[in-house]
């Protein structure tokens, strides 16, 4: 008997199978013909609202033997996957003795919308065997599998598929394949496939956007967002989600305002995402007061919201300001997650709150039933390891409960660098170089630890194996935008048109800095070469070279915003503090871990990084 219907609905003739003894005959024959009218059953499932209703429209439908209609059955299986009832929409899928395009859909998006995507690939060859041709229905979903599994390889068999069926031109497909390509770090790849479209719509464009902005290219996300205004496409919400996240890997705060801008003029609303997206692109500009104001503004916030604001602080290392909007969010009633307990930690961990991140965690299961996972004991490893209480971050690591990944193990070879202790270093190294052979950057940290041991014997040792096996140490480079120009050092650059003037800057506030006690740390520089070498590699490392930019291309009294895609060294720490004393300019800079704010001669870091 089907109860969730009311008597007046055309579904009330399935509850009423026995006529009552007020039916006329009459009504009783037009009961039965509904009952056999497959558009009756088809109406009667889209009522169902839950997997326990339409089961019981299953039920009938095999007993009445309108089963075997195609797109009633067609119906029924979107109905339980849609519902998540994977067991039964296969066993209906198995029994059809007929299968159309749809049927094959469904089946193959139900999977990959439930994260099976082992039988969406199973699912997508019976497809290929059975003769039936893949439509622009069924592939997008099997290359958005590839997508999430990161298989790049079947992503390029999926893709040979697709020209073989005539189907590259279909806007639909060709979005997905660049979204993979994309997310596989194809960036390449997708571009080609993105410039060969011979219609690029609006939801195809920001799937390139947001292509740009994952692999490391903001810069041209911006470039294809401004090409989209100039071709007359509205961004939607989605559209300007995906830019401000762009924006917020771009680091750039005149880029920042001018989408702010653009989402006043539009009148969009701040929603959760796009509120959300807003509070962390400023919080990566480099503006926490910026990121504090959307937050408030925002009428309704979630849970997400809250830790990205709580998140924001911590990368700025205003620790006691992330856990007095804890308690805030505790007292409105939000529950906390385990990114919400990922952002207190990790924003412990860069203020020096170690009694507060231990009692954190001590509580997040206790208290809030959530289980800490790897990322969490990342965060404790690092809190632990940077106030130097290397023991008891090993202790933590061999005694934590779920699987240890390269992650940890990296957090705890950076504290064996900061505290300098090269035996548990090298433990770390092998372990963590066990995990993830290919990395560049393990290397580096290890050989730096060494050259701060003055072991050049070991840092050769570890250059001449990351030769071998053909890797190169990542560059780098530092950025800073002026007048809505993105510019790039190196270090010891002398590209720039106006290098002339930048290494005439740097000498002159060399000058000065000397006098007010600067001595350049010679220790940042981790070669084994005489120390006057040492002071000409120190003099032009790229961060000097962007902030003496900035003094010569930006007005008087204006902060100076770079971003470092590395860590900064000591040395440059101590240069960015006495020239901002001596400029009276604040120096904001966003290094690969977080950001440090320079103002009269003092850090926000409290030299705590």
Known sequence: MLRFFSASTAAAAISDAIPQPQQSTLDSNAQMKDMMDPDFFISTLFKCRNIFQI????????????????????????????????????????????????????????????GDYERCFQTFRELIRAGSKPDNFSLPFVIKACRDTMGLIMGRLIHSTVLKNGLHLDNFVCSTLVDMYAKCGMIDNAKQLFDRMPKKDLVTRTVMIAGYAECGKPNESWVLFDQMRRDGFVPDKVAMVTIVNACAKLGAMNKARLVHDYVCARRYSLDVELGTAMIDMYAKCGSIDS?????????????????AMIGAYGYHGQGREALELFHMMLNSGIIPNRITFISLLYACSHAGLVDDGLQLFSLMSVSYGVRPDVKHYTCMVDLLGRAGRLDQALRLIENMEVEKDEGIWCAFLGACRIHRQVDLAEKAAKLLLSLQTQNPGHYILLSNIYA????WKDVAKIRNLMAKRRLKKIPGYTWIEVDN???????GDNSHLRSKEIYEMLKSLSQKLESAGYVPDTNSVLHDVDEEVKLGILHAHSEKLAIAFGLIATPD??????????RVCGDCHSF???????TQRDIIVRDANRFHHFKEGICSCGDYW
């Open 55 to 114: 089961k019981q429209v299953h039920a009938q439908v095999t007993t009445t033997g309108i089963i075997h209609d195609l797109i009633v059955a067609n119906k029924l299986l979107y109905m339980c996957a849609k519902h998540k009832d994977l067991v039964t929409a296969h066993l209906l899928f198995n029994k059809m003795e007929e299968r159309d395009p749809v049927s094959w859909s469904v089946m193959i998006g139900g999977f990959v919308k439930n």
């Open 557 to 566: 009294g204006t902060p100076i915003r770079i971003t470092k895609n590395l």
């Open 485 to 491: 120009i993105i510019y790039r050092f190196g270090a």
């Open 576 to 582: 960015c503090k006495l020239v901002s004393a001596i």
């Open 291 to 307: 990121s504090r104001e959307i937050f408030d503004r925002m009428e309704q916030k979630n849970v997400i919201s809250w830790s």
């Open 452 to 455: 701060n041991a003055g072991r």
